[in-house]
T-cell receptor, first 113, second 111 residues
Framework: NAGVMQNPRHLVRRRGQEARLRCSPM?????VYWYRQLPEEGLKFMVY????????ESGMPKERFSAEFPKEGPSILRIQQVVRGDSAAYFC???????????FGEGSRLTVL | SQQGEEDPQALSIQEGENATMNCSYK?????LQWYRQNSGRGLVHLIL?????REKHSGRLRVTLDTSKKSSSLLITASRAADTASYFC???????????FGKGTRLSVIA
């Protein structure tokens, strides 16, 4: 049973470009969470999705950031017009139930030049 | 938003010693979880303790929860060099809010 798969593992973008981060949850998991982590910091909640629905996006900036979890395919975190402050590690986690044990991917590390 | 705060921020011990990390939080919770993160990797779930539980064990891990003090501790006994990692507590408060993580304790176990 494959774990949570995130890609790309590393992504470099110039200011103003778009970043798309993908997350395939574990088989049978319909709950997906996105977190952001800065160096030497904890994880900051961004968004919680359950197949085709955004349940809680209270941690996601109102502009430039969006997330989806379509019926078919991976969950996508999209950052438009990236700025240097967006540089961080973005982690996806999945769960078979709401707020049970979270299974994390290895993260996508975004660097904005 | 509610956040667990781990203490200490960093801890360095000799192999074989016990390591104790503490977590405090602000509001009533449904459960509290501990996670481990090796450098450059994703988080791995260690243990979940529910608000009506006071202590839980898993191998060399022992977690306690004191809801009156809004605090939890993670004890790793007979530590090994491979236990070197950052350890995070995470809480979800009543009302099913998403898991909120603290800033973590960086544990170094010296062989």
């Amino acid at each position: 049973n494959a774990g949570v798969m995130q890609n790309p593992r590393h992504l470099v973008r110039r200011r103003g470009q778009e970043a798309r981060l993908r997350c395939s949850p574990m088989k049978g998991h319909s709950h997906v969470y996105w977190y952001r982590q800065l160096p030497e910091e904890g994880l900051k909640f961004m968004v919680y999705l359950q197949k085709e629905n955004i349940i809680d996006e209270s941690g996601m900036p109102k502009e430039r950031f969006s997330a989806e979890f379509p019926k078919e395919g991976p969950s996508i975190l999209r950052i438009q017009q990236v700025v240097r402050g967006d540089s961080a590690a973005y982690f996806c986690a999945s769960s078979p139930s709401r707020n049970g044990e979270l299974f994390f991917g290895e993260g996508s590390r975004l660097t904005v030049l | 938003s509610q956040q667990g705060e781990e203490d200490p921020q960093a801890l360095s011990i000799q192999e074989g010693e016990n390591a104790t990390m503490n977590c405090s939080y602000k509001t009533s919770i449904n459960n509290l979880q501990w996670y481990r993160q090796n450098s450059g990797r994703g988080l791995v779930h260690l243990i979940l303790i529910r608000s009506n539980e006071r202590e839980k064990h898993s191998g060399r891990l022992r977690v306690t929860l004191d809801t009156s003090k809004k605090s939890s501790s993670l004890l790793i006994t007979a530590s090994r060099a491979a236990d070197t990692a950052s350890y995070f507590c995470a809480t979800d408060s009543v009302g099913n809010t998403p898991l909120v993580f603290g800033k973590g304790t960086r544990l170094s176990v010296i062989a």
